[in-house]
């Protein structure tokens, strides 16, 4: 009985000490991808509808956009620099935004907006995957906002192959962060239970 037992223990202080360890590596993950957070700033652009023309508007607004604000923030060293440049152009953002809209003969009203935006986990140009969260984000609505959306990196600009920044990915992010985002299959699993958990936090 007393072997029984013993090896009972055994077996639960294997079993906890496993959850300790998953606990223990989930918290570590979480917490590497909320500074992947910190150290991007993205752009979505929502279109007006679903309709081939509003989807179709939204590229080109998108493009626009894109082209002004790298303008704005080239050579910018950190997100929160990058971001810190855009919003003191907002309204030039927007106007520019307004004008391609009218200038393709719509009369949708245009907003930009420079805050936090909550993503989903998504994965950009098939190498790269960023976890779900509340990230800073250049947020440019097209009329009632109701169509899918664009997104991408603004910096580093990894949407902008014009601009002259120098600064890359994984110069922002530590080694093991960009190990994360490098769209590492073995990283899939930890990027659902992630999104799971920030849709929580997001509803409650």
Known sequence: MKTKNKIL???????????IACVSSTMSFASACKDIRSSVLRMHVIANSDSAEDQALKLKVRDAVLEAGKEYFDNSESAAEAEKKLALVKDELEAVAKK?????????????????????????????TLPAGEYEAVNVVIGNGNGHNWWCVMFPPMCLPAAESDVELDEVLSRDEYE?????????PRFKIIEWYEKFIKNN
Do not use: C, H, Q, R
């Open 9 to 19: 223990a055994v077996e639960l202080a294997v079993f906890t000490a496993f959850i």
């Open 100 to 128: 391609t809209v009218s200038d393709n003969g719509y009369d949708y009203d245009v907003k930009v907006n420079i805050g936090n935006a909550y993503f989903p986990t998504k994965t950009y140009d098939g190498e790269v």
């Open 180 to 188: 994360i985002v490098k769209s590492n299959p073995k990283f899939e």
